[in-house]
Antibody, heavy 111, light 106 residues
Framework: EVQLMESGGGLIQPGGSLRLSCAASGFTVTDTYMNWVRQAPGKGLEWVSIIYNDGNTYYIDSVKGRFTVSRDTSKNTLYLQMDSLRVEDTAVYYC?????WGQGTLVTVSS | DIQMTQSPSSLSAAVGDRVTITCRASQDIGSDLNWYRQKPGKAPERLIYAASSLQSGVPSRFSGSGSGTEFTLTISSLQPEDFATYYCLQHKSFPLTFGGGTRVEI
């Protein structure tokens, strides 16, 4: 059974860094593609990034150069390193794999 | 970027009603479109992929159609658990883009 569980969210000041984790089970994270999607409070869904099985990555323009997606095969975990955080990055962050989604982790960027 | 325009942005319906939601793409995306349902406070769940393929485990009252620039999600008989927000997503090209959402309420 495929399961995804995000962690690592919290309250962070503007300009700070945070690393989100997405622990996967039921499949191997390096064998397929995985996405990060976010949802600001009371707003719609916004795609953030993708990593393919070959390691290629793509990002939405607003996070390019600030966010980095990676994987750890030994832990079967997907990561999102978020640097130079802005107030507008405040959102619930979800990882997803095909039709499966985690429960999300809330990132709040505020002074 | 490909813009996805959903309509209506909200609708009122009753249990048993047939509901149709439309998503229009700003350029041809073939069949590279998914539909999601999001219940309040919960993660989205994929209902339809490749425009018309039903996700495993999803009830058959959900169906998707369309290709190119116009797509439709139909719920044949609305159930209580279907009062939620629905989103389309194009995955033809980067950045992937969602529609603005359609809130289905009583």
């Amino acid at each position: 059974e495929v399961q995804l569980m995000e962690s690592g969210g919290g309250l962070i000041q503007p300009g700070g860094s945070l690393r989100l984790s997405c622990a996967a089970s039921g499949f191997t994270v390096t064998d397929t593609y995985m996405n990060w999607v976010r949802q600001a409070p009371g707003k719609g869904l916004e795609w953030v990034s993708i990593i393919y099985n070959d390691g290629n990555t793509y990002y939405i323009d607003s996070v390019k150069g600030r966010f980095t997606v990676s994987r750890d095969t030994s832990k079967n975990t997907l990561y999102l390193q978020m640097d130079s955080l802005r107030v507008e990055d405040t959102a619930v962050y979800y990882c997803s794999h095909k039709g499966f989604w985690g429960q999300g982790t809330l990132v709040t960027v505020s002074s | 970027d490909i813009q996805m325009t959903q309509s209506p942005s909200s609708l009122s319906a009753a249990v048993g009603d047939r509901v149709t939601i439309t998503c229009r793409a700003s350029q041809d995306i073939g069949s590279d479109l998914n539909w999601y349902r999001q219940k309040p406070g919960k993660a989205p769940e994929r209902l339809i992929y490749a425009a018309s393929s039903l996700q495993s485990g999803v009830p058959s009252r959900f169906s998707g159609s369309g290709s190119g620039t116009e797509f439709t999600l139909t719920i044949s008989s609305l159930q209580p658990e279907d009062f939620a927000t629905y989103y389309c997503l194009q995955h033809k090209s980067f950045p992937l883009t969602f529609g603005g959402g359609t809130r289905v309420e009583i």
